[in-house]
């Protein structure tokens, strides 16, 4: 994480409180409607644990990445849940983390509002970083990128002053098709266009999914 996105998220992380957004996960129906109860699932990103949280709600044997300290520290004191289930790691030198509870990878990884922090030339490495983390042969990868209006964008930061790029959903998924994972289905949402400028990407992809792309509604 560069300085300038660590920075944000200091700020950030002070701010949260118990009420605030940090309760309420944007991937909760996409979660709920890719995986099944008992799957054990990464999240890679998980920021203040929300999403964790609604994993954990579901049913799902989630476990977590974080890289900034803060915001590992804040998902603890919003979610005790995850206590023991979130570590220090992130993109795009993941490594393997969990190992020890998970030897032959993860059901599912999840990875939302992250990789528009990567540079272009990052984007191959953790994109593999993610699917080394799925079980051989088999897994799901549920991914949400944001498309920020480029007059917001000040070179390669966005208006809070995070390294910010916008990374086509389409390279992405021509990307991850290289190791059989195949986009199963995809929605987009303007919700926050007019407040933020922000257009918000969520694919599903899978090892066994036919090739057939079924739209859902934005």
Same mark, same amino acid.
């Given at each position: 994480? +560069?300085?300038?996105?660590?920075?944000?998220?200091?700020?950030?992380?002070?701010?949260?409180?118990?009420? &605030?957004?940090?309760?309420? &996960?944007?991937?909760?129906?996409?979660?709920?409607?890719?995986?099944? *109860?008992?799957?054990?699932?990464?999240?890679?990103?998980?920021?203040?644990?929300?999403?964790?949280?609604?994993?954990?709600?579901?049913?799902?044997?989630?476990?977590?990445?974080?890289?900034?300290?803060?915001?590992?520290?804040?998902?603890?004191?919003?979610?005790?849940? /995850?206590?023991?289930?979130?570590?220090?790691?992130?993109?795009? %030198?993941?490594?393997?983390?969990?190992?020890?509870?998970? *030897?032959?990878?993860?059901?599912?990884?999840?990875?939302?509002?992250?990789?528009?922090?990567?540079? *272009?030339?990052?984007?191959?490495?953790?994109?593999?970083? /993610?699917?080394?983390?799925?079980?051989?042969? %088999?897994?799901?990868?549920?991914?949400?990128?944001?498309?920020?209006?480029?007059?917001?964008?000040?070179?390669?930061? +966005? *208006?809070?002053?995070?390294?910010?790029?916008?990374?086509?959903?389409?390279?992405?998924?021509?990307? /991850?098709?290289?190791?059989?994972?195949?986009? &199963?289905?995809? &929605?987009?949402?303007?919700?926050?266009?007019?407040?933020?400028?922000?257009?918000?990407?969520?694919?599903?992809?899978?090892?066994?999914?036919?090739?057939?792309?079924?739209?859902?509604?934005?």
């Amino acid at each position: 994480m +560069d300085p300038r996105t660590h920075a944000f998220y200091a700020r950030y992380a002070e701010q949260l409180q118990p009420d &605030s957004e940090a309760r309420h &996960s944007a991937m909760r129906a996409t979660i709920a409607q890719a995986l099944t *109860p008992g799957q054990t699932v990464l999240d890679v990103g998980a920021g203040a644990g929300r999403d964790m949280a609604a994993m954990q709600e579901l049913g799902l044997d989630a476990y977590g990445v974080e890289p900034h300290a803060g915001m590992r520290e804040r998902a603890l004191a919003l979610h005790p849940g /995850l206590a023991g289930r979130l570590a220090d790691a992130g993109l795009p %030198a993941l490594g393997r983390p969990f190992a020890d509870r998970c *030897p032959a990878g993860f059901d599912a990884v999840v990875c939302s509002a992250v990789l528009m922090h990567l540079t *272009p030339a990052e984007l191959h490495r953790a994109l593999a970083a /993610l699917v080394q983390q799925l079980r051989p042969g %088999a897994g799901t990868l549920l991914l949400s990128l944001p498309q920020l209006d480029a007059e917001r964008l000040r070179g390669d930061q +966005d *208006p809070e002053g995070r390294n910010f790029h916008n990374h086509a959903p389409a390279a992405v998924a021509q990307t /991850l098709a290289a190791w059989q994972l195949r986009l &199963s289905q995809e &929605s987009l949402s303007d919700v926050v266009w007019e407040r933020t400028g922000t257009r918000w990407w969520t694919g599903v992809f899978r090892r066994d999914a036919r090739p057939a792309l079924t739209p859902t509604g934005a």
